[in-house]
T-cell receptor, first 114, second 112 residues
Framework: SAVISQKPSRDICQRGTSLTIQCQVD?????MFWYRQQPGQSLTLIATANQGSEATYESGFVIDKFPISRPNLTFSTLTVSNMSPEDSSIYLC???????????FGSGTRLTVV | QKEVEQNSGPLSVPEGAIASLNCTYSDRGSQSFFWYRQYSGKSPELIMS??SNGDKEDGRFTAQLNKASQYVSLLIRDSQPSDSATYLCAVKNAGNNRKLIWGLGTSLAVNP
């Protein structure tokens, strides 16, 4: 299965600032998925990122708040912009493994906004 | 609205027993079904996938799918304390966007 390197693993940020999270995959993948997981909750999909096109955002998430880049088939970034304490969460990237149709996750970024 | 439902638990079983986790889904056109395990503070880890009606076994884990009833389950035989985690059911959308619809997860505690 694909191996994903996600960083940073955690960060504490001041409100009003922005944080960019990176995911590097060890193989080429068509689609990358960005999730948010709040404490004790399940996964909420933020957006789907295809290489060479704009990301597709889920209801409740907008590009100005969560801009995504997907410059090639192995890399993507998610930026959390103008952060508030409500953005404190774990952010995860995920890819689909075509070989066996499962989905692999990065190790996650634990964000705390103070 | 497409939904995936799970009992939140906690489900508590003694060590060595069979743990049974259940999941129902609303989109009758769903084609792929996944069970993930998530330890506290860790990212989800795929443990089983199933695509056809019936049972699929992998070691101590058995996934069962019944598309007519829109029901998928996970059985864990000989449960171990290390199986204590949250188990997430995920269903792949029948369309082409390839995204997963997630349940809220069932917390499992295996007691020594």
């Amino acid at each position: 299965s694909a191996v994903i390197s996600q960083k940073p693993s955690r960060d504490i940020c001041q409100r009003g600032t922005s944080l960019t999270i990176q995911c590097q995959v060890d193989s080429q993948v068509t689609m990358m998925f960005w999730y948010r997981q709040q404490p004790g909750q399940s996964l909420t999909l933020i957006a789907t990122a295809n290489q060479g096109s704009e990301a597709t955002y889920e209801s409740g998430f907008v590009i100005d708040k969560f801009p995504i880049s997907r410059p090639n088939l192995t890399f993507s970034t998610l930026t959390v912009s103008n952060m508030s304490p409500e953005d404190s969460s774990i952010y995860l990237c995920s890819v689909e493994n075509r070989r066996w149709y499962g989905y692999t996750f990065g190790s996650g970024t634990r964000l705390t906004v103070v | 609205q497409k939904e995936v439902e799970q009992n939140s638990g906690p489900l508590s079983v003694p060590e060595g027993a069979i743990a049974s986790l259940n999941c129902t889904y609303s989109d009758r056109g769903s084609q792929s079904f996944f069970w993930y395990r998530q330890y506290s503070g860790k990212s989800p880890e795929l443990i089983m996938s199933i695509y056809s009606n019936g049972d699929k076994e992998d070691g101590r884990f058995t996934a069962q799918l019944n598309k007519a009833s829109q029901y998928v389950s996970l059985l864990i035989r000989d449960s171990q304390p290390s199986d204590s985690a949250t188990y997430l059911c995920a269903v792949k959308n029948a369309g082409n966007n390839r995204k997963l619809i997630w349940g809220l997860g069932t917390s499992l505690a295996v007691n020594p």
